[in-house]
């Protein structure tokens, strides 16, 4: 009997964030994971590098900051 395929997840990453911000203004922004796929995912990380000068004020869920990487 031939040996049944398995099918992986399949996932993408959208950033929704407002067309611009003010200089100084705080920008609040989502990172939207989806698994588009037929089977289930755990354990999905996710980098996010941030742009020059910009401070991280807060994540949900907390996010485990590295240097400009979160």
């Known amino acids: 009997a031939p040996m049944a395929s398995r099918q992986a997840p399949s996932l ?3 950033v929704v ?3 611009s911000s003010g200089v100084g203004q705080p920008l609040t922004y989502e990172l939207v994971v989806r698994n ?3 089977s289930g995912v755990s ?3 996710v980098d ?3 742009p020059p000068r910009a401070a ?3 994540t ?3 996010a485990d900051v590295q ?3 979160a």
């Open 56 to 58: 991280l004020t807060a």
């Open 17 to 19: 964030a407002p067309e």
């Open 48 to 50: 996010n590098d941030l």
């Open 67 to 69: 240097g400009e990487r």
């Open 36 to 38: 588009t796929g037929p």
């Open 60 to 62: 949900d869920p907390p």
């Open 12 to 14: 993408s990453v959208e």
């Open 43 to 45: 354990g999905v990380r």
